[in-house]
């Protein structure tokens, strides 16, 4: 080890760090994880609601990196070496087994977060990884392209033969990952792409929407308009919530619907019968009040739409009808009312922010990391893994396998190094 403290020290406690370190450590390496929080894995407890949304079970190379935009090239390599179906060996081999439930996502069979980070603390464990908590790296040397150490809060220098970067993005930093990854990188000379919040809700400041809160639509479609042009429409489950829309259709829209923002107002547009025309939906709507011409609409119109959302759309103040009898609506405005549920409008005024947000569109660029082993392109001995790499993806166990993946390239390549 040439008088280092360390072959590798690997910074950051969470899913990517820990697998690297339980691989880099399997042949022997002496092997130092520096966490800052008291417990390691803390954003990894949160995922999946608790329940750890492991991977997702598209076994087909080729269409599981379909979910990478902006990397799928990039990919290829770290990929062949660890895929999805060795996450389900490996979990496997950890006595961890997955189950597979709807759009493919892979969760532990015992539906428990915590328990993917105690097997990763068994795996580390069992190739003798040091886990030093509590304490956070503050500072990376290097001389002449080679990092030489990390200075830890307690002022403590680490030497070693090998650093693993795994910090994180900017999502919920109240998990610990705020960023240090990228001021070290910068200083370091590297290019980092400027952060934004990605698979994160939407806000508005349309009251009727927050009235709604923790009502979902399993079935609707969403239209994001700007300048009068729909520029992106998806067909989905939407969540409203007490400051807008959520739920998987609307957090994978976030990047782009963020991006026309930058360009102007955004209007999202909902129409809670897509597969009925307009015609098609206004006669449905006559045959109703024709049944019911003495009741008040309000206790009608449930027979079609939930009875929260009804009665928020009857009484928006260009609609009004709540308290009407049927037989006092007349033809233009039951169309107006048909017009209205195929075309909900709200205005969306900005994304929830990084607190809230499940990744960050940003980090650093993919064009300086060997995706062979993933180290550094600039500092052969430095490795960057996980969300610290601009990828993006959507929500689905897409970015954990990330981890998985990055992750065990890098430990593997370590162990294997004279
Ligand atoms: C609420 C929520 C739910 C999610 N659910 C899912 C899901 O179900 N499926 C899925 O695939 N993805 C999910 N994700 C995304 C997933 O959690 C991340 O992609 C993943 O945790 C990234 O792992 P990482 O190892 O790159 O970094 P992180 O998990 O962010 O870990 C980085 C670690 O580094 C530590 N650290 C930072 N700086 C220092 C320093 N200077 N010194 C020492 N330690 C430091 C941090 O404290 C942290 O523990 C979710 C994210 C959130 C926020």
């Not at 003495?294 to 079609?304: D, G, H, I, M, T």
Request: proline share 4%; net charge positive; hydrophobic share 40%.
């Amino acid at each position: 080890m040439n008088n280092k403290d360390f072959d590798t020290v690997v910074i950051g406690g969470g899913p990517s760090g820990m697998i690297c370190a339980g691989f880099a450590g399997r042949t022997g390496k002496k092997v130092l994880i520096v966490e800052k929080n008291y417990v390691l894995g803390e954003k990894l407890k949160l995922t999946g609601g608790g329940r750890c949304n492991i991977t997702n079970a598209e076994f087909d190379t080729e269409t599981f990196l379909n979910n990478f935009p902006n990397a799928k090239k990039f990919l290829y390599s770290p990929f062949s070496k660890f895929g999805v179906q060795d996450t389900f060996d490996f979990f496997e081999s950890l006595g961890l087994p997955l189950v597979i439930e709807a759009r493919k996502r892979a969760f532990p069979k015992s539906q428990s977060a915590q328990d993917v980070i105690d097997k990763l603390k068994v795996f580390m464990k069992s190739n003798n990884v040091t886990i030093k908590n509590n304490t956070a790296v503050i500072s990376m040397e290097q001389k002449d392209g080679v990092i030489k150490s990390v200075t830890l809060s307690s002022g403590e220098k680490i030497t070693a033969n090998n650093f693993v970067l795994a910090t994180g993005g900017l999502a919920a930093p109240q998990t610990g990952s705020t960023g240090d990854g990228f001021k070290f990188l910068k200083k370091l000379g590297h290019t980092i792409d400027k952060s934004e919040p990605d698979i994160v809700p939407l806000t508005t400041d349309a009251p009727w929407v927050h009235s709604l809160s923790g009502l979902d639509w399993s079935f609707m479609e969403i239209s994001f308009i700007q300048e009068n042009k729909v520029k992106l429409k998806k067909l989905g489950k939407i969540l409203f919530t007490h400051f807008g829309i959520s739920g998987p259709l609307v957090l994978n829209s976030a990047r782009e619907v963020k991006q026309l923002l930058a360009n102007g107002p955004v209007t999202a547009s909902i129409d809670l019968f897509p597969d009925t025309s307009e015609t098609e939906l206004d006669k449905r709507i006559l045959k109703l009040f024709e049944k019911n011409t003495n009741s008040k609409v309000k206790n009608v119109l449930p027979e079609l739409i939930f009875k929260n959302i009804c009665l928020e759309i009857l009484n928006l103040s260009d609609i009004n009808m709540s308290e009407r009898i049927i037989n006092s609506i007349n033809k233009e405005e039951r169309k107006n009312l048909t017009k209205k549920l195929k075309n909900l409008t709200f205005p969306i005024t900005g994304t929830l922010g990084f607190d809230h947000a499940v990744s960050s569109d940003g980090g650093i660029n993919p064009k300086e990391v060997n995706f062979n082993n993933m180290t550094s392109r600039l500092y052969p001995n430095l490795y960057l893994l996980g969300d610290i790499i601009h990828i993006n993806r959507p929500s689905g166990g897409f970015s954990l396998q990330l981890c998985w993946t990055t992750g065990a390239v890098a430990g593997k390549h370590i162990s294997t190094l004279a």
